[in-house]
């Protein structure tokens, strides 16, 4: 190598460090610096936790550490403790149910007989609606996170049915600033499910011809995965903090939704589709870091395609847009960091957990 090549080649290192080092600090001072205040209200809430331990029990924790901040007492019990003995000694003012899967429907009858109000945040919509549709009926109050699911419930009788998606919280997802050996330009983390397997695999060549890395259960499905060796990291199941750690290494993170159409994975017989984003989507933004996303409908309610996230519509466009952002570094960090300002000041737990208090305390 010649002395010039030898120069050019420390002069673009310089630069990746520059770009990605201004990324990273930027980053951290929105994070840092921002401030949302949101209204403490004097309630009692009774949380039952869903009760299905992880992946679950983040969730668990992301609302009632949230909660504690925004109201004035917050008891917390498992699905199994549930009853009207219970809630008669704590008096609460609602008693707000994750998931609801464990909690006997003539339990939850027996508690608004006593005039206790009741509310559900339901998880899985729509993959698990043959088995929600049971549920829904014994609450005063549902919050789903997939609105093709609130006309299905309302036909069922219930009057309150309200669109409310997960959201990032902070205290797992943000900027984390990691040591330059466990950067990747790309990754994706989540299950092989069949669609995620039929939609990457034409496009896996290319794909990892780039630094991809690749986390989750059943990847072995994928025809070709032992020809990748250790990117492929197969039934790695990650918690929040080193989910937010992946995420921030990475200069571009895939999002690809599960299908409703999904026969091997799915309780939803009768195909309602999903138009919501997953809460990956939020978790992955507050991460400051571009999300490649698969479009959904709804998606436009939370961010601004090619501002804020950018989407794809097929295998080529995915692949494309990876390769236009890994060379567009500007770009790149413009998305980034409107996505983590975007979330900061609209999709974490404490504007979702505002929002549900204000419908049922309006």
Not at 36 to 44: E, Y
Not at 86 to 105: F, I
Not at 198 to 219: A, E, K, S, V
Not at 326 to 347: V, Y
Request: glycine share 6%; aromatic share 12%.
């Amino acid at each position: 190598m010649s002395p010039i090549e030898k120069a050019r080649g420390r002069e673009a290192g310089y630069q990746v460090g520059y770009d990605e080092g201004y990324l990273k600090g930027r980053a951290d001072y929105i994070f840092r610096t921002h401030s949302v205040t949101f209204p403490f209200r004097q309630l009692h809430i009774l949380y039952v936790t869903s009760g299905k331990g992880f992946p679950y029990s983040p969730i668990d924790e992301a609302i009632s550490s949230t909660l504690r901040g925004m109201v004035a007492q917050l008891t917390v019990i498992e699905p199994g403790q549930l009853g009207s003995e219970v809630v008669n000694q704590v008096m609460p003012d609602l008693v707000l149910v994750l998931d609801g899967m464990y909690v006997p429907n003539d339990q939850l009858d027996a508690v608004r007989k006593l005039g206790f109000k009741t509310a559900v945040w339901l998880t899985d919509d729509p993959y698990y609606s043959d088995l929600t549709v049971g549920n829904v009926s014994h609450y005063d109050y549902v919050f789903t996170l997939e609105s093709e699911c609130i006309p299905i419930y309302q036909q069922l009788g219930c009057s309150q049915v309200h669109h409310l998606p997960f959201a990032a919280y902070p205290g797992h997802y943000k900027p984390i600033g990691m040591p330059s050996i466990r950067r990747r330009e790309v990754s994706f983390i989540g299950s092989a499910y069949l669609n995620r397997i039929d939609y990457l695999n034409p496009i896996m060549d290319r794909l990892m011809q780039h630094n991809t890395i690749i986390n989750g259960l059943w990847w072995d499905r994928l025809p070709s995965y032992t020809a990748y060796g250790d990117r492929i990291e197969v039934n790695k199941w990650m918690d929040p903090v080193q989910t937010a750690e992946t995420y921030s290494a990475s200069k571009i993170v895939i999002n690809l939704h599960r299908s409703h159409e999904d026969h091997s994975v799915n309780y939803n017989t009768t195909q309602i589709p999903a138009a919501s984003p997953n809460p990956r989507t939020f978790e992955i933004s507050a991460c400051g870091t571009l999300q490649l996303s698969d479009y959904r409908s709804d998606l436009t309610k939370f961010y601004t395609p090619g501002k804020e996230i950018e989407t794809y519509r097929s295998p080529a466009e995915l692949i494309d847009k990876i390769e236009y952002y890994l060379t567009h570094e500007k770009e790149r960090r413009d998305i980034a960091l409107g996505a983590l300002e975007r979330t900061l000041g609209e999709h974490t737990y404490g504007h979702r957990l505002n929002q549900m208090l204000s419908v049922i305390f309006a």
